[in-house]
Structures are given as structure tokens and as C-alpha cells.
């Protein structure tokens, strides 16, 4: 059996991290490696390893996430102006291969390194 994601782990509350939102779908934490003053990580419940890998069943999980996505940016108050990524292999920087979305705000993106 492959070993539980470090999401997983925090999941489960076997690792701590401070949970800004959950519901029964995902939670929503902050990056510990941010990349901008508001960067928050919303993270399915249910381990799928890219958004590559979502089936079609997932559609109803996927949709949850974007309207979640919302939430926690409304909840923070970053509504008006944030930046949501999604990072598909390694290639792309993904490190944990747990899906999850980025949230990203508080930044001058337009001087940002991302390139879009």
C-alpha cells in the first residue's frame, strides 16, 4: 500500500496545519511555503494524484472545489483579486501529488515570475 500524501496526513490530523475552511468535501490551509502575502491551498478529501488523473466522477468533487475556491477567498477577503492555480506534474511544479489549488492573492501579479 502507498503511503498517505502529506494532505492525507493533515486530513486525517496526523499533522498539524492551521485549517482555514473545511467542509465534507476539503479543507483549506495555508502554504507553508507562500508565495505571496495570501497563499492558501484548497485540497480534496479524497486523493487523487493530478488533475490529470480525475475521472468522470470526480466532475461533482471538481466543482465543489472551484465554488470552495471562492469561499475561502471571500472568507479572507481577497474576493476582489487572487490568482488560483492548479499544478499538473512534476514538470509543472507539483510536488505533492495530492490535487490541490493554489490560492494566491495580496501580490502585484503583473510583476510576478509566473509568466501569464
Do not use: W
Amino acid at each position: 500500500m502507498a503511503e498517505d500524501s502529506i494532505f492525507t496526513k493533515i486530513i486525517n490530523r496526523e499533522i498539524p496545519s492551521e485549517i482555514l475552511y473545511e467542509d465534507e468535501y476539503c479543507i483549506a490551509i495555508k502554504d507553508i511555503a507562500p508565495k505571496a502575502p495570501t497563499h492558501v491551498l484548497v485540497i480534496p478529501r479524497r486523493e487523487i494524484p493530478k488533475l490529470v488523473d480525475a475521472k468522470a466522477e470526480d466532475q461533482e468533487l471538481l466543482g465543489h472545489l472551484m465554488l470552495a475556491t471562492a469561499k475561502v477567498a471571500k472568507q479572507l477577503g481577497v474576493d476582489d483579486a487572487f490568482r488560483v492555480i492548479i499544478n499538473n506534474g512534476s514538470g509543472a511544479g507539483q510536488t505533492v501529488f495530492h490535487l490541490h489549488i493554489h490560492i494566491l492573492a495580496q501580490k502585484n501579479f503583473s510583476e510576478s515570475n509566473l509568466g501569464f
